[in-house]
Nanobody, 124 residues
């Protein structure tokens, strides 16, 4: 089981980035998928998740309306489109999965497998 996150980088405030998380060795169809982030000196925070069954999504309040999580089961990948980025979005972003039939949650204790992080820096 391997998750590979990519797409991070340096962007100016107000800019956009699209993170990708590719899975290998298994299919994402059977998992809920979440994006988390951790800024220096802060605890890891759930950003967004997408459910396995009907594609329902959940977002932390600070990114709602700016970030969009989506999945492409045919490509075995999940994405996080981040718009209107702010300096406070600066963090290492991680994708993670867990097996649940119902709605996903942003509780990192639920997640079983994690990818390596990708750095997002929002700065002028």
């Amino acid at each position: 089981v391997q998750l590979q996150a990519s797409g991070g980088g340096l962007v100016q405030p107000g800019g956009s980035l699209r993170l990708s998380c590719a899975a290998s060795g298994f299919t994402l169809d059977y998992y809920a998928i979440g994006w988390f982030r951790q800024a220096p000196g802060k605890e890891r925070e759930g950003v967004a998740c997408i459910s396995r069954s009907d594609g329902s999504t959940a977002y932390t309040s600070s990114v709602r309306g700016r970030f969009t999580i989506s999945r492409n089961n045919a490509k075995n990948a999940v994405y996080l489109q981040m718009n209107s980025l702010k300096p406070e979005d600066t963090a290492v972003y991680y994708c993670a999965i867990y097996s649940v039939i119902g709605l996903c949650e942003l509780d990192d204790n639920e997640y079983e497998y994690w990818g390596q992080g990708t750095q997002v820096t929002v700065s002028s």
